[in-house]
């Protein structure tokens, strides 16, 4: 089924989670298109959250999950990894992406790094990252838990599994899943006052005066 956000933006998203009172606009902050291209006009991307959770590889504590993480993506759905933050390795490489694109994931969104650029770019797979690596996981990082709620940007926003993920060029907002219907109502009037303001500024209206016409304020 096709979310009823897919049409819209990640800053048209973002501007009605904080009419709604999300302070933080959904924004997964510092994470960027890193492929098909580092600003790809075309790519959109739209789908459930299947959450990673990655820990230090000396962490012996934490739980271990009983599948792959890359074999458990569901089809759909955009994979959502949390890095420990001080991490300097990949997260996610060229056969992660082959074995994503090959359960019909999507993309993934990574609180952390990737690498093997060229191979995503290569698939056409949609990768965003806060940065990359030329190092992999191998006695680094590995993953912990699956399908759980997962902190990123240091505990800016929470994505839980189910959440809608949307991602474009101009980055990556996550809406918790029962806020979807009023979001996509809040996008779609959003979007026509935007354009009668566009409109009118085109016009030589000026900002000022077509704000305060359409959006009832200056």
């Not at 935007?194 to 200056?218: N, P, W, Y």
Request: a neutral charge; hydrophobic letters at 40%.
């Amino acid at each position: 089924m096709t979310s009823p956000l897919a049409e819209f933006s990640a800053c048209e998203v973002s501007d009605a989670l904080i009419k709604l009172g999300v302070k933080t606009g959904g924004y997964l902050p510092d994470i960027t298109m890193r492929s098909p291209a580092y600003d790809d006009l075309g790519t959109k991307v739209c789908g459930p959250a299947y959450t990673v959770l990655m820990v230090d590889a000396k962490d012996d504590t934490s739980p271990k999950p009983k599948e792959h993480f890359v074999d458990a993506a569901p089809s759909g759905s955009v994979v959502v990894i949390a890095a420990p933050a001080v991490a300097k390795n990949a997260v996610w490489g060229g056969l992660m992406t082959a074995g994503a694109k090959a359960n019909g994931a999507v993309a993934v969104v990574i609180d952390g790094r990737c690498r093997d650029l060229a191979e995503h770019r290569a698939q056409g797979f949609p990768v965003f990252a806060k940065g990359s690596s030329t190092l992999g996981q191998g006695g680094f990082t590995r993953p912990s838990a699956l399908n759980v709620p997962v902190k990123i940007g240091e505990d800016w926003v929470t994505v839980s599994p189910g959440d809608t993920v949307i991602g474009d060029v101009d980055g990556v907002v996550c809406v918790p899943r029962d806020l979807v219907e009023q979001v996509g109502e809040l996008c779609r009037k959003g979007r026509e006052v935007d354009e009668k303001c566009m409109a009118d500024i085109r016009e030589g209206k000026g900002v000022a005066v077509s704000f305060k016409l359409h959006r009832g304020k200056l």
